[in-house]
């Protein structure tokens, strides 16, 4: 990853004149905005459809094409692997991040024009020292696919070959697409693990059932192509109801009784199919709390380390996120707290495997720790002439999580944040680009507008 060095824009100055009467009549609009309205609209549609929140994967569709073409809308899912093959050939998001929707699209594409552009892009990027970046189980996904294609890459193949020898761990259930049928491998629903490649691999055809029930309403919603992971509704649940809440919107909430139902021994799961884990659990905890209905803490102790908490047994990376979120489930924890702030790059910000930006994971663990004045300096270094912040580039959601840190701190902020509502206000209806981590980069749209829902809340209470 890049270092965000790099990116730093010099601070912004001191705001007067024109400029400074521009952005007060922002903040005035602002405050007469009812966010309550939208916010509780976007709380229902996870209710009313829990299916099409999650934006489509160029992997997942690879594999859907490459591996069940008895599936609907197999013609579509090609025509959307050519549409966003990028002008040098790869798929996907910048430098390391291409590297697995591009093996995927390649291999689907076969003797297609674009799968020879994709695997001469491919040879290109793997001639590059190259670190594949931390997305679900890339480690296996990356010399599966390689293999298939004839490639060497940097990635080890021997944990591949090995698992090939035994019954898969449930937690790589949801990758079942690159290792084939499974009898070890059960459905929730006609659903494995919330995935509709490993689903389709695990049918083997289009046999009527639970299962091709689910993957041809999933591949219809974006109309053929389809996201990596769905159903999520614990995630998307938990995850607004954390941003909006704890921002101060208030919001009646109706999950309460879904949230509760999706807790067993272990915990809870994002979506059916999937084991419990740690991030969703603490998570889903926190929005319960925030809902005056608080549940024991006990599930989320299973996942404890030393001075951290594990996602899953035998995790290859821990996540800071995600012991964030644990941290404000159990409240004070001089442990874990002094873990997260070790685990604090000496720039000022944090990273994360569930996130591309730093601006994720950086909210994540200030809003635990309650602040932390590295992490403003930071960002207030790292703001865009335009208003907003982001890895790459500005973006509507790395700058709703900038507004988030620089709302922890006493410095006088109120300038930058109403910078950030602006470019915020100013977004409409673009598309958010995709920055989470599953088996590629995706957006879990309606969470990343949650987000910036509250971002605009906290700035409207913001002091001059």
Known sequence: MNHPAVWCSERAKPLRGQ??????????RLRNCNLRGPAMRLLAQVTDDPLSGLSPSVYETGRLVALAPWLKGHDARIRYLLDTQRPDGTWGGPAEYALVPTLSAVDALGRHPAARRGLEALRKLL??????????????????????????????????????????????????????????????????????AATAVQLQGPRPGESLDYLETVQH???????????VPLFERSWIIVALKSAGLDVPDPMVGQIEA??????????????????????????????DSPVSTAALH?????????????????????????????GHDRQLEEWLRDMQDPG???LDKWHASPYYATACVTNA????????????DTQNDDGSWGRWEGTYEETA???????????????????????????????????WHDKDLYTPTRIVRAEGMAALHLTCAVRR
């Open 348 to 350: 000022g910000y944090w």
């Open 127 to 196: 001639s590059l020292p190259l670190t594949p970046p931390d997305t679900v189980a890339v480690e296996l996904i990356v010399p599966a696919l390689a293999e298939r294609l004839g490639l060497h890459t940097p990635v080890d193949p021997r944990p591949l070959h090995a698992l090939r020898q035994r019954p898969l761990p449930e937690k790589l259930w949801h990758t079942l697409e690159i290792f084939g049928p499974r009898p070890e491998v059960t459905t929730v629903n006609g659903i494995v693990a919330a995935s509709p």
């Open 401 to 435: 999580y900038a507004i988030r840190i620089l709302s922890h701190t006493r410095q006088d902020v109120s300038e930058a944040m109403i910078r950030g509502a602006k470019f915020l206000n100013d977004w409409g209806d673009q598309k958010h680009p995709p920055l």
């Open 19 to 28: 400029r400074s009467r521009v952005l007060l009549s922002v903040i005035a």
């Open 369 to 380: 720790l309650q602040g932390n004045e590295k992490a403003v300096n930071w960002v207030l």
């Open 302 to 330: 299973r996942y404890r380390e030393a001075r951290h908490f594990s996602c899953f047994p035998d995790e290859r990376t821990p996540s800071t996120s995600t012991n964030a979120h644990a941290l404000q489930a159990i």
């Open 221 to 231: 919603r974006h109309g053929g192509p389809v996201p990596a992971g769905v159903p």
């Open 262 to 291: 999706a807790f067993g021994q272990d915990g809870a799961a994002a979506g059916p199919g999937l084991p419990a884990d740690a991030d969703d659990t603490a998570t889903a905890l926190h929005a319960l709390a925030l809902c």
